[in-house]
């Protein structure tokens, strides 16, 4: 090789050995992969340009990729193990990569829960059909990086779903609770719970999850900052701020922030 040969090929060796580390130990080897970049680059090259360090690493996850569904629907069984191997240390690095990451990292084992639901998914997915997988090897990565998100999203709005019916039953509980004004006056405990209901039902029509659990823990639950901060998981300034943007959309309703106002007095 001459001298822009040789660079290329170290910087093919570089790549390699960052691409098996990240989704292909104990199926490929840095050689192997190195080889099958170079290859790979020189059919498609044109002219004599140097291809771009995005363009290997591209080449060389889509060698991994096909090796990996090929490792994952191998009837071996080492085989198959380590691909759920490399498939659980590729799909946790991408877990912790998207919008999901800080939402699920409020709770202790929310990621260890959503890898593996999705690892589950996949291995039902092979043993139903062993051709399973996309019909392109090449796009198997990517194929289950929709898997791991779509179950993150699924935890997420379960787990929100779950909590907003847990705050709506706390409700109830402090509800069902009346003071001494409100038990001996017939009148007023009707009148509180009307206005409970419609202050609840002017809170849950906010389309944010989070807004509706700041403001029903506020307004019904009498909970204080570092209580809420506490709960869910989250800083105070957190909470600060989901309250600010909450009140701030009611504003647009000014008889609900003056219902607000008598419920608190």
């Not at 990565?141 to 706390?170: F, G, M, P």
């Not at 007023?188 to 609840?200: A, D, F, G, V």
């Not at 700041?214 to 701020?241: N, R």
Request: with cysteine.
């Amino acid at each position: 090789m001459n001298e822009r040969g040789d660079e290329l090929w170290s910087q093919i060796n570089a790549l390699s050995n960052q691409a098996i580390r990240s989704c292909a130990l104990g199926i490929l080897t840095t050689d192997a992969l190195a080889q099958q970049i170079l290859r790979e680059w020189k059919a498609r090259r044109k002219g004599d340009e140097l291809p771009s360090q995005g363009l290997l690493r591209r080449i060389a996850l889509r060698i991994c990729s096909r090796a990996l569904c090929e490792a994952w629907r191998s009837p071996q069984h080492e085989v198959r193990n380590a691909a759920y191997e490399n498939l659980r240390r590729y799909l946790e690095r991408s877990l912790r990569s998207t919008g999901y990451a800080h939402s699920l990292q409020q709770d202790t084992h929310a990621i260890e829960d959503v890898l593996h639901q999705a690892l589950e998914e996949l291995y039902l997915s092979i043993n139903r059909n062993p051709q399973a997988g996309p019909a392109d090897p090449a796009s198997f990565l990517k194929w289950a990086q929709t898997i791991v998100i779509r179950q993150a999203h699924a935890y997420v709005q379960k787990r929100d779903r779950d909590s907003c019916l847990s705050i709506e039953n706390q409700q109830e509980l402090y509800n069902e609770i009346p003071s001494d004004e409100q038990h001996h006056d017939p009148q007023r405990q009707i009148e509180r719970q009307e206005l409970h209901q419609t202050l609840k039902d002017a809170i849950l029509s906010l389309r944010n999850r989070n807004y509706q659990q700041v403001l029903l823990y506020t307004y019904f639950v009498d909970m204080d900052e570092s209580e809420m901060a506490s709960h869910l998981h989250v800083p105070v300034q957190e909470i600060y701020m989901w309250r600010y943007r909450a009140l701030r959309a009611l504003r647009k309703k000014p008889e609900i922030m003056q219902l607000l106002q008598i419920w608190r007095e």
